[in-house]
Structure formats: C-alpha cells, structure tokens
C-alpha cells in the first residue's frame, strides 16, 4: 500500500504497520520533516522553558495510537541483535529503561517517515557505517583522555 516493505526494519510487525498506515495515512506532505513527525506521535521531549531554565520535560498527555504503537514495537529493540537494537542499549544506558524505549520509538518514526516520503527501501548498512563512525570517535576520545592521564603529573 505504501510502497515500500514497512516490516523490514526491525521489530515492526505486519500489525503493527497496518495500524501506523491507519492512523498516519498515505500523504507524509501533512508534516515539515521527520522532526514534526515525531513530534505529532508524542516521541518528541516537550521541554517547558522560562527564563532560560528548564522547568520539565516531560511528554505531552495527548494519546497517539501510531506512537504508541511505535512505542510497543520500540520495547523489544533492546532485545534484538541488530544495529538499532545496539543504539537502544547505548541510550538505555544513559537515559533509563522507559526513555530507551521513547529514543528507540523516536528512531523507529524517522526511519518509517524517510522510507514512506522517499519511497526508498529500509537499508540496515547506513545505521551500521554511523555505529562504526562512532565507535572510531569514542575510541579516538578515550586514546586521548589516556594520553592526558599519562603526562599528567
């Protein structure tokens, strides 16, 4: 119907692109880029700001069966051994289980928008170049934080 195979990336299920389709619809001229998109699926953080300090962050109350279908599928990526489930991990990490799963659902909407507005197929090798370009990064970062510690004092 789309186009393109939604069930290809990982952990969308035939169901679960069924229902994105139902609720998003065909037409992704309805958002700007993929930042609204997110946005309209309740995966963007709602960051409140007054007087240049940050006063919360939480996620807007509005219910979206598309993100929380996301959501669910975005559950089960820490589980899977592929390239976005290495990216759930990682922001897992940092952020905790129930934001790890928000990240994930949020890189899930980019993916889907990018492959429905484009018409292009889900291509697992880009994530796996940007995994490696940031491992180079880190190890480049950490080779010089060692290098720091030894002429230190």
Same mark, same amino acid.
């Given at each position: 119907?789309?186009? $393109? !195979?939604?069930? &290809? $990336?990982?952990?969308? =299920?035939?169901?679960?692109?069924?229902?994105?389709?139902?609720?998003? #619809?065909?037409? *992704?001229?309805?958002?700007?880029?993929?930042?609204?998109?997110?946005?309209?699926?309740?995966?963007?953080?709602?960051?409140?700001?007054?007087? #240049? &300090?940050?006063?919360?962050?939480?996620?807007?109350?509005?219910?979206?069966?598309?993100?929380?279908?996301?959501?669910?599928?975005?559950?089960?990526?820490? &589980?899977?051994?592929?390239?976005?489930? !290495?990216?759930?991990?990682?922001?897992?990490?940092?952020? #905790?289980? /129930?934001?790890? $799963?928000?990240?994930?659902?949020?890189?899930?909407?980019?993916?889907?928008?990018?492959?429905?507005?484009?018409?292009?197929?889900?291509?697992?090798?880009?994530?796996?170049? =940007?995994?490696?370009?940031? &491992?180079?990064?880190?190890? *480049?970062?950490?080779?010089?934080?060692?290098?720091?510690? /030894?002429?230190?004092?």
């Amino acid at each position: 119907m789309v186009g $393109v !195979d939604l069930c &290809k $990336v990982e952990c969308i =299920s035939e169901i679960s692109a069924m229902e994105l389709i139902a609720e998003i #619809g065909l037409d *992704m001229n309805q958002w700007k880029n993929s930042k609204h998109f997110a946005a309209w699926l309740n995966l963007a953080p709602n960051t409140k700001i007054t007087g #240049g &300090k940050i006063i919360s962050s939480r996620m807007q109350k509005k219910k979206n069966q598309a993100g929380l279908s996301l959501r669910m599928a975005a559950s089960n990526l820490s &589980k899977t051994k592929s390239q976005l489930g !290495d990216y759930t991990r990682k922001m897992r990490s940092r952020v #905790g289980k /129930k934001g790890a $799963v928000v990240v994930g659902a949020h890189k899930l909407s980019r993916i889907i928008y990018t492959m429905i507005k484009n018409q292009v197929e889900y291509r697992p090798e880009v994530l796996m170049e =940007s995994q490696q370009k940031w &491992k180079q990064q880190r190890i *480049m970062h950490l080779e010089k934080q060692l290098q720091h510690l /030894k002429t230190a004092p």
